[in-house]
């Protein structure tokens, strides 16, 4: 079965500081996609990326960036230079294919305090 | 709007009586899904539509629990005799068929539901 673990319940840090969010995941299939949302308290969840299984390229979009490493089953994610604005619960995400469409399995996500 | 529309955003009921969440995706989108999100939890899988496809109900927790999608587009969520436990936040999302676009869900707002 597929399994997302983010074992950082929650994170504190204070604005400008970076900050890495962990996860690790679970899965028999040799194909399937990562994916990181974030969740800010409006409610809506964002999508900010997602990796394909053969991709294992490092992804930097401005001051965020993902490292991805199959040995380990990670795809931590890293904010630098943290901002108020980042304040969110972020979720880590797997899925396979099924029939076209994509079947999310979520971790309990990291809720992310940004400090001014 | 163009994103994904949800209704309705805040529902209180009491224990025992049905209530109906609905969904409207995001137009052209063939993938529709359905999560929850319990307090303090992550997201979990309840079900989801692939076009005509017959759907994949894995993941709703019991009989009370059924959707629809009518015309392929508008979905609605049914529970029946709700319980106090069946409070959460339903989530809808939206995608295309994956090969179309980047595998991103379009998620709504949700719905809160408290049942008393």
């Known amino acids: 079965a597929q399994k997302v673990t983010q074992a950082q319940t929650e994170i504190s840090v204070v604005e400008k500081e970076d900050v890495t969010l962990d996860c690790v995941y679970e899965?028999?299939?040799?194909?399937?996609?990562l994916f990181w949302y974030k969740q800010p308290p409006s409610g809506e969840l964002v999508f900010l990326i997602r990796?394909?299984?053969?991709?294992?390229q490092n992804e930097i979009s401005g001051r965020y960036s993902w490292n991805f490493q199959k040995s380990t089953s990670s795809f931590n994610f890293t904010i630098t230079a943290s901002q108020v604005v980042d304040s969110a619960v972020y979720f880590c995400?797997?899925?396979?294919?099924?029939?076209?469409?994509?079947?999310?399995?979520f971790g309990q996500g990291t809720r992310l305090t940004i400090n001014p | 709007g163009a994103g994904v529309s949800q209704s309705p955003s805040n529902k209180v009921t009491e224990k025992g009586k049905d209530v109906e969440l609905r969904c409207d995706p995001i137009?052209?989108?063939?993938?529709l899904y359905w999560y929850r999100q319990s307090l303090g939890q992550g997201l979990e899988f309840l079900i989801y539509?692939?076009?005509?496809?017959?759907?994949?109900k894995s993941g709703l927790p019991s009989d009370r629990f059924s959707a629809e999608r009518t015309g392929g587009s508008v979905s609605t969520l049914t529970i029946q005799r709700t319980q106090q436990e069946d409070s959460a936040v339903y989530l809808c999302?939206?995608?295309?068929?994956?090969?179309?676009?980047?595998?991103?869900?379009?998620f709504g707002e949700g719905s809160r539901l408290t049942v008393l």
């Open positions: 137009s052209g989108h063939t993938a």
């Open positions: 899965t028999r299939d040799t194909t399937y996609y």
């Open positions: 990796r394909n299984s053969f991709d294992e």
């Open positions: 995400a797997l899925s396979d294919l099924i029939q076209g469409a994509q079947k999310l399995v």
């Open positions: 539509f692939q076009g005509n496809s017959a759907p994949d």
């Open positions: 999302a939206s995608s295309l068929r994956v090969g179309q676009n980047t595998g991103e869900l379009f």
